[in-house]
Nanobody, 126 residues
Framework: QVQLVESGGGLVQPGGSLRLSCAASGRTFSGYAMAWFRQAPGKEHDFVSAISSRGSTTDYGDSVKGRFTISRDNNKNTGYLQMNSLKLEDTAVYYC???????????????????WGQGTQVTISS
């Protein structure tokens, strides 16, 4: 069992930055791939970014590529999502998720992730 707790959300103006954190507990975090998904009101969960258990592989959704950076610190059992050049359309609840790292990991597939945090609200508004 892995427990995930997100933090770092808030209200920022377009063009601003935020860094989200995902603190993990309960199991060895370094054995899990981690991802960020987001959900805007009335929409499905959208893939944002993912990182493999050791941090060697990352993936980004097309809408955030070049603006967001995913990272992790396994010594601190924490994952991060640095979000720069934020846009109005980035407004959503952001969720971190974790899955046991497997060789055929498909980072964008939501159903692969067994553990989810409660979400943190990110609002972009002028």
């Amino acid at each position: 069992q892995v427990q995930l707790v997100e933090s770092g959300g808030g209200l920022v103006q377009p063009g601003g930055s935020l860094r989200l954190s995902c603190a993990a507990s309960g199991r060895t975090f370094s054995g899990y791939a981690m991802a960020w998904f987001r959900q805007a009101p009335g929409k499905e969960h959208d893939f944002v970014s993912a990182i493999s258990s050791r941090g060697s592989t990352t993936d980004y959704g097309d809408s955030v590529k070049g603006r967001f950076t995913i990272s992790r610190d396994n010594n601190k059992n924490t994952g991060y999502l640095q979000m720069n050049s934020l846009k109005l359309e980035d407004t959503a609840v952001y969720y971190c998720a974790a899955a046991i790292q497997v060789y055929n990991w498909r980072p964008r597939v939501k159903d692969q992730y067994d553990y989810w945090g409660q979400g943190t609200q990110v609002t972009i508004s002028s």
